[in-house]
Every structure is written in structure tokens, then in C-alpha cells.
């Protein structure tokens, strides 16, 4: 593109109506020597100011494709920078992604720790309790085989007392009636003897 642009230059610059008679006035002076020396000052001065404004030309005309070839390469990188970029935020994004779902699956896991821990904490619990019921329930079973073996102790001891009271009063009814019959034989032998003595005297 830049000598291209170097040749449209060059070829405006000798199109030029400033070197075309330049050249023109240096043929004339080839041919007429007689011009003035202010005739030559102004081809010196157009001549210098064309020198002078030559590689400005030569710049303006290169500056539009340098301009678009810079702009090219600077959309070009722009474009491979964003898609970097646009790479390096998916990456990130993923990373991130993954980082989430890794502190989700962790904190699912500890959560799962922790109903696991809880779940075995009240089964500890619920089986200490059963064992404490259990205990209670035997040291109940145990406290009423003390009081029924109490009571039938007592049952025991009340038919006991009750068959002593039973053979005492059996003994004081038959005491008794050895009494009665003591003194029916007494009362007997004495009326006897009355009538045997009643009977002896009277005879």
C-alpha cells in the first residue's frame, strides 16, 4: 500500500501546474535568456516550496492506508484481545462454576455429616432412654415382687397368727369343757354321797 501511495504522490506533485512551469520556464530560458531575475525568484521560490510540500503530499497521501492498515491491526487485536478475553471469562466462569458446586457438594456433605451425627446423637439418645425405661421398668418389676413377697410374708404371718389364735381357743374350749365335766362329775359324786349317807342314817 505505502509505495503505491508514494508513486500517486510523486505523479500528483510533477501534474502540478507549479512544476509544469517550472519546467515550462526553463525551457523558455533555454530559448529566451532575457527574462528577469524576479521571473527567477519566483521559480526558485515555487521550486522550494514545492520541495517543501512534497513529503507533506507524500505523508498526507500515505497517512489514509496507514491510518486503515493501523486501524485493521488494532481492530484485529482488539478482536483476538476480546476473544482472550472472552476466554479467559468463560474460563473464569467455569472455575467459578465449579468452585460453587464444589462448595455445594461440600456443604451438601457436611450437612449430610451433620444429620448423619445428629441422626446417631438422638439414637444414642433414644436408646439410652430406652435403657433408662428398661431399668426403670426392672427396678419396678423388681419393687413389686418385693411388695408382693411383702405382702404374702404378711398373709403368711396374719394365717399363721390366725391358726395360733385358732389352736389357742380350740385349747381353751377344750379346757373348758374338761372343767365342765370335772364339775359335773364332782356334782354328781357329791349328790351320791348325800344319798348314801341319807340312806345309811335312816336305816
Do not use: W
Not at 512534497?54 to 493501523?70: E, G, K, Q
Amino acid at each position: 500500500m505505502l509505495p503505491s501511495t508514494l508513486s500517486a504522490g510523486c505523479l500528483s506533485t510533477l501534474h502540478s501546474p507549479s512544476f509544469t512551469r517550472k519546467n515550462n520556464d526553463r525551457s523558455s530560458g533555454e530559448s529566451d535568456r532575457d527574462h528577469t531575475s524576479d521571473h527567477h525568484s519566483e521559480d526558485l521560490l515555487s521550486g522550494t516550496k514545492l520541495l517543501i510540500g512534497l513529503p507533506r503530499m507524500v505523508l498526507s497521501s500515505a497517512r489514509i492506508p496507514l491510518t486503515l492498515y493501523s486501524f485493521n491491526t488494532v481492530g484485529e487485536g482488539h478482536d483476538g484481545g476480546s476473544e482472550e478475553e472472552e476466554e479467559e471469562e468463560e474460563g473464569e466462569e467455569e472455575e467459578k462454576q465449579e468452585e460453587e458446586e464444589e462448595e455445594k457438594e461440600e456443604e451438601e456433605e457436611e450437612d449430610e455429616e451433620e444429620e448423619e451425627e445428629e441422626e446417631e446423637e438422638e439414637e444414642e439418645e433414644e436408646g439410652e432412654e430406652k435403657e433408662k425405661e428398661e431399668e426403670e421398668e426392672e427396678e419396678e418389676e423388681e419393687d413389686e415382687e418385693k411388695e408382693e413377697e411383702e405382702e404374702e410374708e404378711e398373709e403368711e404371718e396374719e394365717d399363721e397368727e390366725k391358726e395360733e389364735e385358732e389352736e389357742e381357743e380350740e385349747e381353751e374350749e377344750e379346757e373348758a369343757r374338761l372343767l365342765l365335766l370335772l364339775l359335773l362329775v364332782i356334782t354328781i359324786s357329791t349328790f351320791v354321797i348325800i344319798i348314801l349317807v341319807v340312806l345309811s342314817t335312816s336305816q
